[in-house]
């Protein structure tokens, strides 16, 4: 028997092991790529070891196009991104809050419009919402981008309000006898209780943002504005030689951010997802 558990174990953790290899492949062919000479990455594609360690593809595509560097890219992607969490956690944590705990009428039906926008694709409304940021005379500014995460997000609505829904009543109910109004049990109740929820929805609000290409493709037209999603396209061009080894460079410290975001808060996404299916 303790033999049969131990082929097994074995056996699962070779699979996976093997699974999990062949999920990170891509991003170690990156990597690898990123320190090979440019003419090189496609020739010698077969081989994750470099015949040598060309750094200065990190330099050269550092340096950007036409005197922009990456520096103006990656900020003008860290304004875009932490701005538009911050609008979508805040907006989104009152909505579901007033999903979950305030009566109000055609609820039910204001929640289904909600869950149906959800069902829709980008593709859909991408020329309707480019029309009206046209007239509003938005385009090629960050508005597009922003401004909308500050009317809520439906799927990070829907995750919050189901956390709330885990909460019992009779702590509203408590702070009610204490004297606190509507306002006073979302900041001082509920919103501390809520934090994996906010966080989790945060982290995901973070590398969607992160790795947001078709948003700035429609709406930027100027390259000093371009986040590094939309930079990394300019390494790409067909009447000219491609500096792989820049491009490759570039796409591994841009993936850096949500590596590093990812593992100091991934508790976090565990905590609120976990703790989210706990009452339907």
């Known amino acids: 028997m303790k033999r049969n558990k131990a082929t097994k174990k074995i056996i699962q953790h070779v699979l996976?092991?093997?699974?999990?290899?062949?999920?990170?492949?891509?991003?170690?062919?990156?990597?690898?790529?990123?320190?090979?000479?440019?003419?090189?990455?496609?020739?010698?594609?077969?081989s994750l070891i470099p015949k040598g360690f060309h750094i200065e593809?990190?330099?050269?595509?550092w340096n950007g196009f036409a005197g922009i560097t990456f520096s103006t890219f990656f900020w003008?992607?860290?304004?875009?991104?932490?701005i538009a969490?911050?609008?979508s956690i805040a907006s989104s944590t009152l909505i579901a809050y007033g999903f979950a705990r305030i009566k109000f009428a055609g609820k039910k039906i204001w929640f289904i419009c909600m869950m149906l926008t959800m069902m829709l694709p980008f593709e859909m409304v991408m020329i309707p919402q480019y029309i009206m940021f046209n007239k509003f005379g938005w385009i090629d500014t960050y508005l597009p981008l922003i401004l909308p995460t500050f009317f809520g997000i439906p799927f990070f609505i829907f995750l919050i309000m189901q956390f709330i829904r885990t909460?019992?009543?009779?702590?509203?109910?408590?702070?009610?006898?204490d004297g606190c109004n509507t306002f006073d049990?979302?900041?001082?109740?509920?919103?501390?209780?809520i934090i994996p929820a906010m966080m989790t929805s945060a982290i995901f609000s973070f590398y969607w943002r992160w790795d947001d290409f078709m948003g700035p493709l429609i709406y930027l037209s100027t390259p000093e504005k371009y986040p590094v999603s939309l930079a990394l396209k300019l390494f790409s061009d067909p009447n000219s030689v491609t500096n792989w080894g820049a491009m490759f460079a570039m796409s591994t410290l841009s993936i850096l951010p949500i590596f590093i975001i990812?593992?100091?808060?991934?508790?976090?996404?565990?905590?609120?997802?976990?703790?989210?299916?706990?009452?339907?």
């Open 85 to 87: 969490t911050v609008g």
């Open 76 to 82: 003008n992607s860290t304004v875009i991104t932490v």
């Open 16 to 46: 996976m092991g093997t699974f999990a290899l062949i999920m990170i492949y891509p991003l170690i062919w990156m990597v690898s790529s990123s320190l090979k000479e440019s003419s090189s990455v496609f020739v010698d594609s077969h």
């Open 57 to 61: 593809n990190y330099i050269e595509g």
């Open 185 to 193: 049990i979302f900041f001082r109740i509920i919103v501390p209780l």
């Open 262 to 280: 990812f593992f100091v808060f991934q508790r976090y996404i565990v905590d609120g997802i976990s703790s989210t299916g706990m009452k339907a």
């Open 167 to 177: 909460i019992p009543m009779e702590l509203d109910e408590a702070a009610k006898i």
